[in-house]
C-alpha cells in the first residue's frame, strides 16, 4: 500500500531529525511544501533528514527537500541524510549537483527605460528595413536589366509556373469581384441618375470608373493578398530550411531562381486578369442597367463606342504591371526578412501583405493625381 | 500481478498509399530497459517511434502501450497517457516564442498543481541536468547551437518525470564528448528514476555502451532483435553493416 507522505521533526541529544515518510512525488509536493513551511528552523542547530521511510520519489520532491536543506544550512545549520536507499542516494546526488545555487534572473525593466529603449530599437529597425529595401530594389534593377539582356538566363519554366499560380488561379475570384463591383457602381448611380433623368449616363459612370480605377485597384489588392502572402511564405521557409542558401552555395542564384520568375509572373499576368476584370464589371453595369434604367445591352455597347475614350482602358492596363511590380517586390523581400523562428513567417507575412496592399492604393492615388493634372 | 511489458507492438503494418514500410512488425519492451530502434534510411525507424506515441496512426495491428492500445484509447485516457511520457524531437523541437526555461516549465505549468517557485528551480535544475550552464534558461531557441537545444529539449521531456522517454536520435548532431555525456545521463536517469527509454539511433558507441536490446528494422519487418553480444555472433551480411 501506498504510504501518504508525511513530515515530522523529532528532539534527538544532539540536534533535529526530520523523518520524511511516503511518497515523494510531484503529486504531494504542494501539500508536503505547506507541511515543510511551518517548520522553524532553529539557527546553527544539527539536522539530520531520515530519508528511510521514502517508499517513491521523483526530482520535483528531491527539491523540495534541497530547497529546504539549503534553506537551514542559510541559517547556519548542519545537515546531514540518512536512511536513503541505493537508488534515492544516486538521483539525490544528482539533484544536489544540480540545484540552481542562485537564481541567475535578467535584471528587471524599468518602464521608462525599456519604453525609450523600445522606440530606439524600432527607429533603428526601420532605418535598417529601408536601407536593406533600396539595397534589394537596387540588386533586383540590376538583375532584371541583366536578365533582359540575356533573356536565356530568364528561368521560363518557373516563370510559368508563377503565372499559373498567381494569374490563371485568381481569375476566378478576380471575375467574381469585379462582377459584384460593377453591379454596386450601376446601383447605386441607377438611383441618382433615375432622379434626373438621365439614364444613359450610368454607361459612363460604369465604364469609366471601372475601368480606369477599380477594376485594376480590386485586381492588385486580390493578388497582393494572395501571392505577396504566399511568396514572403514560400522563400521565408526555403530560408529556414537552409534551400535557400543550399542554392547559393550550388551557384544558383536566389534572384534568377526565386525572384525573377515571381517579378515577371506577376508584371505579366496582372494586365491580364485587369483586362478580364474589366469586361466582368462591365458587364455587371449593363445588367444593372437594363433590369433598373431600361438600357438595353446594345445600347450600352454602342453608348461606350460613342462616348468612352479609349486612354481610359489603357491608363487602367499600363498600371496593372506597376502594382505587379510592387506587389512582387515588396512579397520577396519580406520573404527574404524571415530568420531562423517560425514566428517570424506569421510576422513577415501579414506585414508583407499590409505593405502590399498599402502600396497599390498610394500607387493608384499618386498616378490618379499625376493623370488628372496632366489632363489625360 | 505486475505487468513487466513497457511497449509491445503486434503486428505492425503500416503504409503509406502504395508503398508498405512496415509488414507484421513484432516486439515488446520491457519496464526500465533501454531499448534502440536500428536499421537503415528509410526502413521506418522514425515511423514507429510516432506510431507509439500516437503522432502517426498504424494500418494494421496493436500498439499496445503501458498495457493500452493507442489505437483504441479514448481522447481523455490518450491525456493522460501523453502526460506519463517525454519525447525529445530530433532537432529539440523547442517553442520558439518562449524562453528555455519557459519551454521547460510549460508542461508542469499546465498539468501540475505546484507553486510557481518549485516549477521554476525544478526546471532550473532539469537545464541543470543536461548540462546546460544557467544563463541559457533565459536566452530564446533561435540563439542557441543545435546541440544545445537537443539538450533543452530533453530537459523538457523530463520536465514531468515520465515514465518512458522517446528519443528520436538523440546524439546525432553533438560532438563526441556530449554525446557520451548525454549517454551517461540517459543510463543515470533509467537507474535513478527507473524510466523506460525508446530510442532511434545510429550511434555505434551508443548501442554499445546504453542499449539493453534493440531492434533492427529491414525489409518491412524486424530483421534482429537482442542485445550487442547477439549481434556480434551473426553471420547475416546485411546486420554485419550494423557492427561496423
Known amino acids: ?376 | 500481478m505486475k505487468n513487466y511489458v513497457a511497449i509491445e507492438a503486434k503486428n505492425i503494418v503500416t503504409r503509406f498509399g502504395q508503398s508498405v514500410i512496415h509488414d507484421d512488425v513484432n516486439f515488446k519492451i520491457q519496464k526500465g530497459e533501454i531499448f534502440g530502434l536500428l536499421g537503415g534510411s528509410g526502413s521506418g525507424k522514425t515511423t514507429l517511434l510516432r506510431e507509439m506515441i500516437m503522432l502517426q496512426k498504424t494500418s494494421g495491428g496493436q500498439m499496445l502501450v503501458l498495457g493500452t492500445d493507442v489505437m483504441k484509447i479514448s481522447s481523455k485516457m490518450a491525456q493522460k497517457l501523453r502526460q506519463k511520457w517525454g519525447v525529445l524531437f530530433q532537432f529539440g523541437a523547442l517553442f520558439t516564442s518562449l524562453t528555455i526555461l519557459e519551454n521547460v516549465m510549460i508542461a508542469m505549468r499546465e498539468y501540475t498543481n505546484l507553486p510557481n517557485w518549485i516549477i521554476e528551480e525544478s526546471a532550473l535544475m532539469k537545464l541543470s541536468m543536461v548540462g546546460l550552464p544557467p544563463k541559457v534558461a533565459y536566452m530564446y531557441p533561435s540563439e542557441l547551437s543545435g546541440g544545445m537545444k537537443k539538450r533543452a529539449g530533453l530537459a523538457r521531456a523530463l520536465a514531468l518525470d515520465p515514465k518512458l522517454l522517446f528519443l528520436d536520435e538523440p546524439t546525432s548532431g553533438l560532438d563526441p564528448y556530449s554525446a557520451r555525456a548525454f549517454d551517461d545521463l540517459i543510463l543515470t536517469l533509467r537507474d535513478t528514476l527507473g524510466i523506460t527509454v525508446v530510442m532511434v539511433t545510429h550511434d555505434k558507441d551508443t548501442m554499445t555502451n546504453v542499449l539493453d536490446r534493440f531492434i533492427i528494422l529491414g525489409n518491412k519487418k524486424v530483421m534482429f532483435e537482442g542485445d550487442m553480444t547477439l549481434l556480434k555472433q551473426t553471420t547475416n551480411d546485411e546486420l554485419k553493416k550494423f557492427l561496423s
Open chain 1, 1 to 376: 500500500m501506498k504510504k501518504k507522505p508525511s513530515l515530522h521533526v523529532t528532539q534527538t541529544n544532539d540536534g533535529f531529525t526530520v523523518i520524511l515518510q511516503g511518497i515523494w512525488v510531484k503529486e504531494a509536493v504542494k501539500t508536503l511544501d505547506l507541511t515543510f513551511k511551518t517548520l522553524t528552523c532553529k539557527p546553527e542547530a544539527h539536522y539530520t533528514f531520515d530519508l528511510s521511510g521514502i517508499s517513491e520519489f521523483d526530482t520535483h520532491g528531491i527539491m523540495l527537500i534541497l530547497h529546504y536543506a539549503k534553506k537551514f544550512e542559510a541559517q547556519k545549520c548542519v545537515i546531514s541524510n540518512v536512511g536513503a536507499s541505493e537508488s534515492l542516494e544516486k538521483l539525490f546526488t544528482i539533484c544536489e549537483q544540480n540545484y540552481p545555487e542562485k537564481k541567475e534572473k535578467p535584471p528587471k525593466d524599468i518602464f521608462l527605460l525599456s519604453y525609450l529603449e523600445k522606440v530606439g530599437k524600432d527607429a533603428l529597425e526601420g532605418y535598417k528595413t529601408l536601407s536593406y529595401f533600396f539595397a534589394f530594389t537596387g540588386e533586383l534593377t540590376q538583375h532584371v536589366i541583366t536578365s533582359l539582356l540575356n533573356p536565356l538566363t530568364i528561368r521560363l519554366k518557373a516563370t510559368l509556373y508563377h503565372i499559373e499560380q498567381s494569374g490563371a488561379r485568381a481569375l476566378p475570384i478576380i471575375l467574381l469581384t469585379s462582377f459584384l463591383i460593377g453591379i454596386v457602381i450601376a446601383y447605386q448611380g441607377a438611383t441618382q441618375l433615375e432622379k434626373f433623368g438621365a439614364n444613359i449616363f450610368i454607361v459612363e459612370m460604369v465604364t469609366i470608373s471601372a475601368v480606369r480605377e477599380l477594376a485594376p485597384l480590386l485586381t492588385a489588392i486580390v493578388v497582393a493578398g494572395r501571392s505577396a502572402s504566399a511568396y514572403t511564405a514560400q522563400i521565408g521557409v526555403m530560408k529556414i530550411t537552409d534551400e535557400v542558401d543550399a542554392m547559393s552555395s550550388m551557384g544558383f542564384s536566389p534572384w534568377n531562381f526565386l525572384v525573377l520568375p515571381r517579378l515577371f509572373a506577376l508584371i505579366i499576368s496582372l494586365p491580364l486578369l485587369v483586362f478580364f476584370g474589366d469586361i466582368v464589371s462591365i458587364f455587371g453595369g449593363m445588367v444593372i442597367a437594363s433590369t433598373k434604367l431600361d438600357v438595353s445591352f446594345v445600347e450600352f455597347i454602342d453608348r461606350i463606342k460613342e462616348t468612352v475614350a479609349l486612354k481610359h482602358f489603357i491608363i487602367g492596363l499600363v498600371k496593372a504591371p506597376i502594382f505587379g511590380c510592387v506587389i512582387a517586390t515588396i512579397g520577396c523581400f519580406r520573404g527574404f526578412q524571415i530568420d531562423s523562428s517560425t514566428e517570424s513567417v506569421g510576422k513577415y507575412t501579414t506585414i508583407s501583405v499590409v505593405n502590399a496592399i498599402f502600396w497599390v492604393i498610394a500607387i493608384d492615388a499618386m498616378i490618379s493625381v499625376l493623370l488628372t493634372e496632366l489632363g489625360l
